[in-house]
């Protein structure tokens, strides 16, 4: 019996040390699963991120080829106007028609001198503060009534209307302050970015002819 006893002891003992050593190599395989798991998932992580990153490169130099694209096409055309523009002042020189050289439409420019007229009651081309007043006033009636009595007052209530200025424009206008307004000072004001020539050449649009002297 006794020899049984520690035979069964024995058995027992046996049997604990081997559930022990299962049990190891159970978490033992546990653990080198979750270790692969968390290589796996950061290895996926990495990839992804590696994907976002060609994308984005891929995606730049998408947008840098297009950029290079629309350069080349704004050149091509800026070459292309450039090159019109040169055939046609040869042509112009070859033909001899002389450009005006004035960016601004003479249009405008003869219905502002319409309006001065309109207010240099004189005729002797220049617009003092006392006219400047009356026809501001003028202007207010015409346009309060409703009636458009001459053709200067219909250009100045359809076109340019100086009928909310005050005398500080007027004086604004009077660049020498001479106490008059030129019309060469309504332009310069009303074309703050017109070059000297381009001014000269709209002043020539509204000149009047000399009047031929009578023969004696």
Do not use: C
Request: glycine share 6%.
């Amino acid at each position: 019996p006794a020899s049984v006893a520690r035979f069964l002891g024995m058995s027992d003992l046996q049997s604990k040390r081997e559930e022990n050593i299962r049990k190891k190599e159970e978490e033992r395989q546990k653990r080198n699963e979750e270790i692969k798991a968390n290589k796996a998932a950061k290895a996926a992580e990495r990839q992804t991120e590696n994907d976002k990153l060609s994308m984005k490169k891929q995606a730049e130099a998408k947008q840098r080829e297009q950029r290079e694209a629309l350069e080349a096409q704004r050149a091509a055309k800026i070459a292309e106007r450039e090159k019109l523009r040169a055939d046609k002042e040869k042509e112009q020189s070859a033909t001899g028609k002389k450009k005006s050289g004035v960016k601004y439409s003479k249009k405008d420019v003869l219905d502002l001198k319409a309006v001065f007229d309109g207010y240099d009651e004189s005729r002797d081309g220049k617009v003092s503060l006392k006219e400047f007043g009356a026809a501001l006033q003028k202007s207010r009636r015409t346009v309060a009534v409703g009636v458009k009595s001459t053709r200067e007052d219909r250009r100045a209530v359809e076109g340019i209307s100086l009928a909310d200025v005050s005398e500080s424009v007027f004086h604004e206008m009077d660049l020498d302050g001479s106490g008059e307004v030129t019309f060469g000072e309504l332009l310069k004001l009303m074309y703050p970015y017109a070059t000297p020539s381009e001014l000269e050449t709209m002043e020539s649009w509204v000149a009047k002819e000399p009047e031929p002297e009578p023969e004696p």
